[in-house]
């Protein structure tokens, strides 16, 4: 199938935003592996004094795992589809948290500038047109030496896992997905996933992209080999490699 970008993704979530939640609750781990790659940031004094910026909020479940991650930090939550970011609203949070309807590649527009002292993105590169762009977007946005965590389903490039994610797809989710009338945004997570790059080469990816000390971790779980964590850190001065 050919994926869903653009306009066509966003009006795709804002159907599925009413059930999200509970799709994503019946995920083993995928709250705590969102709280994990948060505290990846290795953030201090939690968040104290610092701008933190969620790219592709959704519905905030990632929000809350940076905001367990720093509490005392101020937090930027964004996401281009109006009906999940309608969900996150509507949760409680500190006044430290604002949420803004963007799309990623349309930050500036929005008012949402930098320094921001620290990135964090989940489930967002594979489901942007050109996430190179963005990439470039966001180390500009990071202050010197601001750090990047990406939560993302990203293949080993083994058969095995490959074979796991779709199985676990063909059998639970899209069955699911499809008697709720959202079949279409979960056959794009099938696809998207397998079209996307391997591990190594989204760590590649970054290093291209001028972003230092780009580290690779994984999950655990059925997520194993699936879902991984990249960390990574803006040079310390422009145009720097330190």
Not at 10 to 29: E, I, K, Q, T
Request: proline content about 5%; hydrophobic content about 50%.
């Amino acid at each position: 199938m050919s994926l869903l970008r653009d306009a066509d993704l966003s009006a795709a979530f804002d159907l599925a935003a009413p059930s999200y939640d509970r799709m994503v609750a019946a995920n083993p781990g995928y709250h705590g592996q969102l709280r994990r790659s948060a505290r990846r940031l290795a953030l201090p004094d939690g968040g104290s004094g610092l701008r933190l910026l969620d790219l592709g909020c959704g519905t905030g479940a990632s929000t809350a795992a940076l905001l367990a991650a720093a509490p005392r930090a101020r937090i930027t939550a964004v996401d281009a589809s109006a009906g999940m970011l309608a969900k996150a609203r509507a949760k409680s949070w500190p006044d430290r948290v604002r949420f803004v309807h963007a799309p990623a590649e349309g930050l500036a527009g929005a008012g949402v500038t930098g320094p921001f002292d620290a990135v964090f993105a989940a489930y967002l590169f594979r489901n942007v047109a050109d996430p190179d762009a963005v990439l470039a977007q966001v180390r500009d946005l990071l202050a010197p030496g601001g750090r990047l965590a990406v939560h993302e389903y990203a293949l080993t490039g083994r058969a095995a896992h490959r074979t796991v994610w779709t199985a676990v797809c063909r059998g639970v989710v899209l069955p699911v997905a499809r008697r709720a009338g959202n079949g279409a945004l979960y056959e794009h997570l099938w696809h998207s996933v397998v079209e996307f790059d391997t591990a190594d080469a989204f760590a590649a990816r970054l290093a291209r992209a001028g972003f230092i000390r780009v580290r690779t971790l994984p999950t655990t779980g059925w997520q194993t080999g699936i879902t991984h964590t990249f960390v990574a850190r803006a040079p310390a001065a422009r145009g720097g490699r330190a």
